[in-house]
Structures are given as structure tokens and as C-alpha cells.
């Protein structure tokens, strides 16, 4: 039996602003992967898709592969441009595969993402509260004292990602505007061009999936509201790459981000995998539509080659 493991990245960067821990240096990110070699084979994600599914192999990777009978795939959501800046050459000189899911939406946009809006807007004010409304309850938001802050980043974040886009940027723009600062752009954390996107898309190391077109929170939503989420990012990316677009990752991926209206959307959209992030192994008995992932964070090689051991047994 081959033990399968399914790694979740989002950037790739020295970033001394991460206040989700989504970074991993370059440095490291090398390290883990020479680490990973060690311990497993690396494989794409058609690859994996086709041993689950019992198909017989497109190629067979060696003595690696027979020796250790553990296989991982390693992906990236969300399409920050340092997927292609630091993350891909770090690939390119190991020669290891890897799958990058893009949210289509943001592509190109100077405003990023609105979680990295939201950190930018309240790290670096002390001694205010702010006051919002979401879904009908008014919030006094203290930004008072050193961990105030990163506090309201938690509540806001947890209540806000539940919300429409318009909901989201609303309150975005009512704390802007009562903290009387311009809304940011988080440069460090800036999403792909479209441009960019072909360049990485160019390389044969490298798959493009789906992750919707706006990064919209899933669950509880219409059928026909998430198949236009998800079937609109998979359409453009085949537009801008040039050929099938066969996986996708729900939008944040926990058990409160999709269900199985979501898991019914994707297929209908005819997505072959789709990735979560709930922990776990994966095995032939998973729904390829229900995949599990390990997040992976700044860890070095010995943490690591540890937690890899750790999960081959859980």
C-alpha cells in the first residue's frame, strides 16, 4: 500500500508581516523539500489522482518510489505572486512537481486579498475602538494595548470570511474610513498578473486549479451560485493557460467552508479531485472530491522530516 500525503502552501517569502503564518522562507521551503525527497516520492496531482482511482501510472518514478511506498503532492492556494517569484525556481532546480490553485477574481488586482487588507488596516493603531456591523450585530472592536489588535484580526476574520464580497469590503471601507487612513494595498502579499499566471503555467513542473472566482466562503450557498463560482475561475484559467483545468481546493476548506451541495458542484463542474483542509492521510477510500491536506508552515528540516514520519502513521 502507498502511503499518500497531500501538503498545503500559500507563500513562499520572507515576510516579517504574516499574521496568519502563511509564509514560509525560501530557505526553508528548500530544505523541506530536499527533506520530503528523502522521505517520499513527489509526485503532480494527476499522478496521485490516477492511484486513487487504481488507474495504472502515466510514468513510474523509481527506486525511490518502490523503496519508501510513500507518495506526496505538494500544493498552493490562492495564486500569490511569490508562487512564481521564490517558490518556483526553488522547484525548477529540484525538479518537483507542484500544484498551484488560483483564485481568478484577484488575479492582476492591486488590492489583493481582503484578509491581508484587514491585517494591514489594523496592525499600527493603538488606543481607538472601531465600530462595525456584520449581519446585523454591532461590534466595538478595541484596538487597545500591544495584542489587541492581532485579537481583532482573529474575531473580524472568523465573522467576516462567513459574509458576501460586498458585505466584506463594506466593513473594510467603514474601518478605513474610522481609522481615517487610505485603504492598503499589501504589496509583500501581492496577488499573480494574468501574465505571471502563463509564465508559471509554462512550466511542466507546474498544475493550475481552480479555487473560485472570488474566494467566497461555500457552504450554506445555492447549487447554482457555487457551480458559477467555481466553473467561472476553471473556465478563465483554461482560457488564460490553454488546456484542462481538472482540480480544484474549496476556499478555506475546513468543515464550516463547504458541504455537500459544494462537494455536488464540483463534480458537476467536472473537477476530478478537490482538495479541502481538513488533516489527514489519504487513502484509495477517500472521496476524490473530499481530499484531506497537512498545512505546512516555517518549519525547518528536523520539524519536518518529524511531522512527515508522524503522518505516515496517522
Known amino acids: 500500500m502507498i502511503r499518500r500525503t497531500i501538503l498545503m502552501y500559500h507563500r513562499i517569502a520572507d ?13 526553508r521551503f528548500d530544505a523541506q523539500l530536499w ?6 516520492e513527489i509526485v503532480d496531482f494527476d499522478c496521485l489522482a490516477a492511484g486513487l482511482a487504481g488507474k495504472p501510472r502515466a510514468h513510474r518514478a523509481p527506486s525511490r518510489e518502490r523503496r519508501t511506498r510513500s507518495q506526496v503532492a505538494l500544493t498552493f492556494d490562492d495564486g500569490y505572486a511569490d508562487n512564481l517569484l521564490s517558490a518556483l525556481p526553488v522547484v525548477e532546480a529540484l525538479g518537483v512537481p507542484i500544484t ?16 491581508d487588507r484587514l491585517a494591514l488596516l489594523l496592525h499600527g493603531h493603538q488606543e481607538v475602538d472601531v465600530d462595525v456591523e456584520i449581519a446585523g450585530q454591532r461590534l466595538c472592536i478595541s484596538l487597545r494595548g500591544e495584542e489587541a489588535a492581532s485579537t481583532a484580526l482573529v474575531g473580524l476574520h472568523t465573522r467576516l470570511r462567513l459574509r458576501s464580497v460586498a458585505e466584506i469590503e463594506a466593513t473594510l471601507t467603514t474601518i478605513a474610513a474610522q481609522l481615517s487612513v487610505p485603504m492598503p494595498e ?13 509564465t508559471l503555467a509554462a512550466s511542466p513542473l507546474v498544475t493550475i486549479g481552480a479555487h473560485t472566482v472570488d474566494h467566497v466562503l461555500l457552504a450554506g450557498r445555492p447549487l447554482v451560485e457555487q457551480i458559477e463560482a ?3 475561475s476553471k473556465t478563465e484559467l483554461e482560457a488564460l493557460i490553454g488546456r484542462p483545468v481538472r482540480h480544484f481546493a474549496y476556499p478555506f476548506g475546513d468543515g464550516e467552508a463547504f458541504d455537500s451541495v459544494s462537494v455536488k ?4 463542474c467536472g473537477f476530478e479531485t478537490a482538495c479541502t483542509t481538513l488533516a489527514g492521510r489519504v487513502t484509495r477510500l477517500n472521496d476524490p472530491l473530499r481530499l484531506p491536506r497537512r498545512m505546512v508552515h516555517d518549519w525547518n528540516s528536523d520539524e519536518m522530516a518529524a511531522l512527515l514520519w508522524k503522518w505516515r502513521a496517522s
Open 230 to 232: 467555481m466553473a467561472g
Open 186 to 198: 499589501p504589496e509583500r502579499a501581492r496577488v499573480m498578473t494574468r501574465d505571471e499566471l502563463r
Open 15 to 27: 515576510d516579517p508581516e504574516d499574521p496568519y503564518s502563511l509564509c514560509v522562507s525560501p530557505d
Open 100 to 115: 498551484v490553485y488560483v483564485t481568478t477574481g484577484s488575479l492582476g488586482s492591486p488590492e489583493g486579498y481582503w484578509w
Open 35 to 40: 527533506t520530503i525527497r528523502e522521505a517520499a
Open 265 to 268: 458542484a464540483a463534480r458537476q
